[in-house]
T-cell receptor
Framework: NAGVTQTPKFQVLKTGQSMTLQCAQD?????MYWYRQDPGMGLRLIYY???????DKGEVPNGYNVSRLNKREFSLRLESAAPSQTSVYFC?????????????FGPGTRLTVT | GDSVTQMEGPVTLSEEAFLTINCTYT??????LFWYVQYPGEGLQLLLK?????DKGSNKGFEATYRKETTSFHLEKGSVQVSDSAVYFC???????????FGTGTLLAVQP
């Protein structure tokens, strides 16, 4: 039982390049989330998916797109990377009912845009 | 909207000292409250939670009590260890939105 996995762990991009961050969970959770973590700002929600087939914007969606590929997988795409997107990105998932309030996090992807 | 405010760090303590990290919240409805811990280079892990007023969450020697009258959820530990060095995040899951709202995190450094 791996929980939430993310790939890659590290990435360096040049301004304007694109990339996709991958996330998968094996806990049969309905909901999945993408956050970014910046110094002094805590975690900010980029996008989330309440269930397979649905996605919604979070607090800071500009410059990102997401795909909920199936119940297990939720990817985050940067179409044209900018230095302001240098951050640590975390994927998380949560179940249903009262358990929907607890989120389980992946190990993160550390992205640098030069 | 819903929000969480926690004390700024870093908090530097000697081993076996008493720890308090303050957290207060603003929320409509009846939120659930959480403390998450992030060890260096890792993702966030759920440390403890409380789902209603007066509940006490506890884990690994850490405790926090959900105080509705003071809208607080302060994290405490009686005797910290070097291995407790990490960033601690207070968070709420509100009734108004189906999202976790995080504080900015508090870095704890425990010295031997």
């Amino acid at each position: 039982n791996a929980g939430v996995t993310q790939t890659p762990k590290f990435q360096v991009l040049k301004t304007g390049q694109s990339m996709t961050l991958q996330c998968a969970q094996d806990m049969n959770h309905n909901s999945m989330y993408w956050y970014r973590q910046d110094p002094g700002m805590g975690l900010r929600l980029i996008y989330y998916s309440a269930s397979e087939g649905t996605t919604d914007k979070g607090e800071v969606p500009n410059g990102y797109n997401v795909s909920r590929l199936n119940k297990r997988e939720f990817s985050l795409r940067l179409e044209s990377a900018a230095p302001s997107q240098t951050s640590v990105y975390f994927c998380a998932s949560s179940g249903h009912g009262q358990g929907a309030r607890e989120q389980y996090f992946g190990p993160g992807t550390r992205l640098t845009v030069t | 909207g819903d929000s969480v405010t926690q004390m700024e760090g870093p908090v530097t303590l000697s081993e076996e000292a008493f720890l308090t990290i303050n957290c207060t919240y603003t929320a409509t409805g009846y939120p659930s409250l959480f403390w998450y811990v992030q060890y260096p280079g890792e993702g966030l892990q759920l440390l403890l939670k409380a789902t209603k007023a007066d509940d006490k969450g506890s884990n690994k020697g850490f405790e926090a009590t959900y105080r509705k009258e003071t809208t607080s959820f302060h994290l405490e530990k009686g005797s910290v260890q070097v291995s407790d060095s990490a960033v601690y995040f207070c968070a709420l899951h509100g009734g108004a939105t189906n999202k976790l709202i995080f504080g900015t995190g508090t870095l704890l450094a425990v010295q031997p």
